[in-house]
């Protein structure tokens, strides 16, 4: 086992250093990669999806009438940033001590090339009763899911579980929170802020009373099981005004929603849209637009699913201490996939830290316990 870990640990070099930053370069080179790896193993990856952007599919039947594990992980990466702000050139894949560092080395390359050779161990493995679905989905940190989709809509992949592979070696997540963005604009009348008779309409005072008015609505007090820490409500993005002496006749902002299982789309759009009709009702010369820009679900699986219990049981065993259920704050693509009604492990895995952020690391030392962990949840969900 210890020629698999080490196998691991220069694999993950191989895709940190084959660089896909998001919006900045193409996912050829890493699927490429991660496809002759797979075939060396005698496995059939297929590239599909857009050219650009492509994704990895591969299917792996060992006993068609039994169950299926999705071994599901993102191509790209965040951009590296400021480079000056690095310890380490961020896509040379730098190991010192237990550490190795580098972008996208914990978001999601380690889950990459972990679940590469854990589909190989099981597939070798006579006691292995069940199916692979290998997934690598590109254009995935923008909050697009493309390549997702992709897969979703070329191969209609079925699968009992779906494993994501984003890193955290002491809590499992089982879910995560929605997320919801607008755009919204006032328009005003522009006007010398110095005139005495031409007041003109200020667009940023118009847009002050809409954040007030939809501040009141407490979409960011929202508290359930599983998500105690609750919804959000955050004015991002703010732009108007063209000079310190012009009254604005525009202004722009965005905004986030981080929303609960017990929420809805149609619920937040609807509250929003009245309390801006109130608004107006009240204030005539505010004049608002409101754009819609994209929603994605929140998802819980069930603490009491089979491969849930089985995951937390063998990591405790592992681990030797508590593991905790919990569910993520951030987006994943698992809002996608569980629109099938197909079962989600959102996170877990090697021992990391600073994703989307300088310095990103993972703990080697970790990868044999997270990978001896999924082997045996694996083995013991699929042998009936």
């Known amino acids: 086992m210890k020629r698999i870990y080490s196998d691991i640990i220069k694999f993950t070099k191989r895709l940190v250093e084959t660089p896909s930053q998001n919006d900045i370069d193409s996912e050829k080179k890493i699927a490429d990669v991660i496809s002759k790896k797979l075939s060396s193993f005698g496995f059939f990856p297929e590239i599909i999806g857009n050219k650009k952007h492509p994704s990895i599919f591969c299917r792996i039947i060992k006993n068609p009438k039994r169950k299926t594990i999705w071994l599901e992980s993102c191509l790209d990466t965040v951009p590296v940033g400021n480079i000056s702000k690095w310890k380490y050139p961020p896509l040379k894949a730098t190991i010192k001590g ?5 972008r996208g080395v914990s978001d999601s390359k380690i889950g990459i090339a972990l679940f ?6 099981l597939y070798d493995n006579s006691e292995f009763k069940g199916n692979i679905i290998l997934g690598f989905d590109a254009n995935e940190q923008n ?3 493309s390549g ?3 897969i979703i809509k070329s191969k209609r992949p079925k699968a009992d579980i779906c494993i994501l592979g984003y890193q955290g070696i002491d809590e499992i997540s089982i879910g995560m929170r929605g997320w919801l963005r607008l755009k919204i604009t006032t328009k005003g009348k522009s ?6 008779y031409k007041r003109g309409n200020n667009a940023i005072h118009q847009m002050v009373e809409v954040i007030t008015a939809l501040r009141k609505l407490n979409f960011g007090s929202k508290k359930e099981t599983f998500f105690e820490y609750g919804s959000a409500f955050n004015v991002s993005f703010v732009k108007g005004g063209t000079s310190i002496n012009i009254v604005p006749d525009g202004c722009e902002i965005k905004i986030d929603i981080r929303f609960l299982p017990s929420q809805t789309k149609q619920e937040i759009l609807s509250k929003i849209s009245n309390t801006l009709k109130e608004l107006k009702k009240k204030k005539p010369n505010i004049h608002y637009e409101i754009e819609f820009l994209r929603c994605e679900p929140s998802f819980l699986t069930s603490s009491k699913n089979k491969f849930v219990k089985l995951l937390q049981k063998t990591a405790q065993e592992k681990l030797r201490k508590e593991i905790l259920l919990v569910t993520s704050g951030a987006g994943s693509v698992g809002s996608v996939i569980n629109e099938f009604n197909i079962p989600i492990i959102n996170s877990f895995g090697c021992r990391s830290d600073n994703v989307h952020a300088p310095n990103e690391w993972i703990d080697i030392n970790s990868i044999s316990k997270v990978f001896q962990i999924y082997n045996k949840a694996i083995l013991d969900f699929c042998e009936k």
């Open 98 to 102: 237990s550490k190795m560092y580098g």
């Open 143 to 145: 909050g697009e899911y």
């Open 191 to 196: 006007a010398h802020t110095g005139s005495r």
């Open 148 to 150: 997702i989709r992709d």
């Open 116 to 121: 590469c050779y854990l589909a190989k161990a």
